[in-house]
């Protein structure tokens, strides 16, 4: 008779004691309670009936949450680069040509990953923190006539927020497939693939969706599925191949890579959440913190980045006031108050503040406690308004 101990029964005595923090950064976010006691829970194997069982839950929560029926709805075993990887593996092959919205970080990381892949990659260019307008949009797409196009819904590196239906119109006008980030987006504010008309999105578990980081949600449409059934070349990445991972996790449930089960259980707790509170309700709650640290951010004298209408509402940008140093103001928030946020980078170095109000801190509460901590801060970093 063998005994196994509880996972429970360990707790005193494990070695790994992390220093506390309030995750107001633009992920990982602060992970849900619930969600830590399902990682605490056993694991199976990658193969197991419950393993599938959990799988199959998830794909089922996952198509609310991205706002499709597509039935290609499922997980990839990565971070949320891993979800870009596959998206473009999958669909740029050698001489595709591949037009980017290019307005920050992560669409950088789309033509790069695009280029590796072969593709040829046209770019349309804007200032971080600004977003394409509906006609600019279309009218790119019917000059360059490319196969595929990629956006980045929420871009992390600005906070700007851009809508796809023009682009999606418009690239299904001239034959095109479009992939959207939505990695920060999703489970925080409407993301909605099928009325926009995207076909492929991906996604992260660590900002919208309150877990830990280390798996990508990713939903692709039966367009796209068609298309690629079609492929006549291999996919250069093994490890990102739809047809591989979804025959896995969806079809013959026959072993391609070892799953975490851990990860599994964290996200299907963290959508158990989602389900519960009612994905607008979800929504309205982070718009309603977005609006309320807006509020008082500027009470406190300071400007947002971007345009109003263009705001990502769980990923805000305030600029970086006169007379502040914000290296200063994000080391004395960790130091004195646990309190984690982000600076810009790129060509907002030194000019923004990166500050989430994610899953269990898109709260009013949180907001005043954010508020009270940073205006402190602030003025301790030689701030004067
Ligand atoms: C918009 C966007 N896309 C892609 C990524 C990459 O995700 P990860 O760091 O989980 O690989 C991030 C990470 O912050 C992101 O914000």
């Known amino acids: 008779m063998v005994t196994v101990a509880e996972p429970t029964a360990l707790m005193e005595e494990i070695v790994v004691h992390p220093p506390k923090r309030l995750l107001y950064g633009p992920g990982p976010g602060q992970v849900h309670p619930r969600v830590y006691q399902a990682m605490a829970q056993p694991i199976v194997g990658h193969l197991d009936a419950y393993f599938f069982e959990i799988s199959t839950d998830i794909q089922r929560l ?22 870009m990887e596959t998206a473009i593996s999958n669909f740029v092959e050698q001489g595709t ?75 299904h006008e001239v034959g095109a497939l479009v992939i959207a980030d939505c ?41 796209a599925m068609e298309w690629l059934k079609a492929r006549t070349t291999p996919n250069r990445s093994w490890y990102f191949d739809i047809k591989l991972i979804s025959d896995y996790l969806i079809q013959s449930h026959r072993y391609h890579h070892t799953a975490s ?48 209408e263009h705001r990502i509402w769980n990923l805000n940008t305030p600029k970086v006031p006169q007379g502040a140093d914000d290296a ?34 898109a709260t009013t509460d949180s907001v005043n406690h954010f508020i009270e901590c940073f205006g402190k801060a602030l003025r301790g970093a030689g701030y004067k308004g």
């Not at 008309?197 to 992260?204: E, F, K, L, M």
């Not at 299907?268 to 959440?273: D, F």
């Open 62 to 83: 996952l198509r609310t949450v991205f706002g499709t029926k597509n039935e290609m709805t499922f997980v990839i075993s990565a971070t949320g680069s891993g979800g």
């Open 97 to 171: 040509k591949v037009a980017v919205f290019a307005n920050g970080f992560f669409c950088d990381r789309q033509t790069e990953m695009a280029r590796r892949q072969g593709g040829e990659v046209v770019r349309f260019e804007k200032p971080w923190g600004e977003v394409f307008g509906d006609n600019e949009a279309a009218e790119f797409i019917r000059r360059e006539k490319p196969q595929v196009v990629t956006y980045v819904q929420a871009e992390t590196s600005a906070g700007a927020f851009q809508r796809g239906e023009a682009i999606c119109k418009a690239a």
């Open 183 to 223: 990695v920060t987006s999703l489970g925080a504010m409407p993301v909605e693939v099928d009325k926009t008309g995207i076909d492929i999105a991906y996604s992260c578990s660590q900002k919208g969706l309150s877990c830990p980081p280390g798996l990508s949600p990713i939903t692709v449409s039966p367009r």
């Open 261 to 308: 089960a851990t990860m599994f259980y964290a996200l299907r707790e963290g959508l158990a959440l989602i389900e519960e509170e009612g994905l607008e309700n979800r929504w309205e709650r982070h718009h309603q913190a977005h609006l309320e640290f807006v509020k008082q951010i500027e009470g406190l004298g300071l400007e947002m980045l971007v345009a109003p």
């Open 328 to 361: 200063k103001v994000r080391a004395t928030l960790l130091k004195d108050n646990g309190i984690e946020i982000a600076g810009g980078f790129g060509p907002l170095a030194g000019k923004v503040f990166r500050v989430g109000l994610m899953g269990p801190l």
